[in-house]
């Protein structure tokens, strides 16, 4: 799947897809394997926590409940963030990194029907926008910073015209 340095130790550690696991190896052979789920895929490599060591995001079906995982291979944890319902979901991946609230950690974005779910790994907590109709999606948002306050704002482009959230307050506006 790929080299990053999961641990924080400057050197990179190897990533391999083992089908509904993942595992991690270090250049010394030592390996640790993380139960991911029946169906899933990388999406992002970022920090996801602060701690300045790069974190893996997945999509995730396990055990008939769709998410996303986030692996902390540095501490070997790994998160599980349901998101309830059907159809699937989608997660915003045109800017990995994206920081909403000028706090270290990047917040994780997905599209769930008529909600914009917003994931706070650094905290484990999870923001959801209610969007109304679900007539917009995952490539209709982009991400910016229009107020010059510590974090960006997130843009939703709808047929009815365009919602700024403002996550570091939790607040959305129609325009």
Known sequence: MGTWDLDGDGSNEMAYNLGQHLEIQSLSGLSFTYKIGASWGLNQVTDTDGDGVTDLVSLAVDGGKQGVKVLHHKTHNLRFYQVLGSPSIGLYKDTPGVDLD??????????????LIVI???????????????????????????NAEPGKEILVK???????????????TNM
């Open 120 to 146: 706070h790994d650094r905290d484990a907590s999870m923001y959801q926008y209610n969007l109304g109709a679900d007539n917009w999606g995952i490539h209709s948002i982009s991400i910016a910073d229009f």
């Open 102 to 115: 000028g706090i270290p950690g990047s917040e994780l974005i997905i599209k769930k029907q008529n909600l």
């Open 158 to 172: 709808r047929p009815t015209g365009v919602t700024v959230i403002l996550d570091r307050v939790k607040t959305g």
